[in-house]
């Protein structure tokens, strides 16, 4: 039997008619499926929050670890770290169950006016704890997270006349500003400056004098650290010494932006737990979100990492 073959011009293919939507019964408008068989890791919220379990119990444990996560601890208020762990041959569905997580939490966010998920979704969580913390900051991004930091250190900075008096020999000598327009540019502790670090900083770095640039550094270093250091920010000194590191170019000391997040900080290890601790409490902090879930894909290193989270 011979075949017919078929040759589609062009203009044949443009003029195909849209056909009926065959996916509708499932409330969708086309597979959302790569033909590869895998997971769209990239996937819009809505398609993956039409991709329900199929398994009722797996939907309702995913719907009480919500509703845990996001409801306060009556007997310790600060502590919201929660875990679900997902297990499964390869193949079963496991980071789909994710997707379908998030995409959950993202929907809540953005229906309700007082619980605010703050989601982020972890491909590769790499081959060490440092490797996954680095991850998780890059998720969150570079600028965000030294935003986050720099907010909460000017909040600090604002309220404490100590250390105003400190930094008042670097700033500009407000009797001499008498229009008050020029006070609020100026002023290191204006509305108008403070709204962003980079010209809080430059307020000071302008107004000073030759020579003065070294000294002003070593006095915001310790003021930073100082800060940092204090038990309702990080509560430890290497922790501390960690952010203030991811910031410490802004000012000064130049530290590589690779060396914070691909691991190489051995310092840091052991402490892993307490710097994700103190980055969800800047994202809750300046992003006014009740918690953080972290969203992880091939737990590779899990037994390794149970001593240190």
Partial sequence: ???????????????????????ALWGIEFNPFPRSGTSNINGDTNINFQLAPLNSTNQQEISRFIMDALSPNKLDKSDRFLTLTIVGDYGSGKTQLLLY??????K???????IKPY??????????????????ISKVG???????????????????????DRLKPYSPDMNFLFDEEFKKEYD????????????????????LKPGQKHKFDEVLSEIIMGILVDSSQTGDSTVARYFYDFISSDFGANKTWEALI?????????????????????????????????ILLQFYQIKSWNKTL
């Fill in 262 to 294: 691909n691991g190489n900080l051995k310092q840091i290890s052991g402490k892993e737990s307490a710097v994700i601790k103190y980055i969800i409490k800047l994202i809750k902090k300046c992003t006014h979100s009740f918690h953080l879930l972290l």
């Fill in 101 to 106: 997580t998030m995409a959950v939490l993202n």
């Fill in 1 to 23: 039997m011979n075949e017919e073959k078929i040759f589609l011009s062009l203009e044949d293919i443009l003029n195909i008619n849209p056909q009926e939507n065959k996916y």
């Fill in 142 to 164: 570079e600028e965000n997270l030294r935003k986050y930091i720099w907010n909460s250190l000017i909040e600090k900075i604002k309220i404490d006349s100590a250390i105003k």
């Fill in 188 to 207: 290191p502790y204006s509305d108008v400056n403070t709204t962003s670090y980079k010209k809080f900083l430059d307020v000071f770095i302008r107004n």
């Fill in 119 to 136: 989601t982020i979704y972890i491909d590769n969580p790499g081959a060490s704890v440092l490797e996954f913390l680095g991850n998780i």
């Fill in 108 to 114: 809540l966010g953005a229906s309700q006016k007082f």
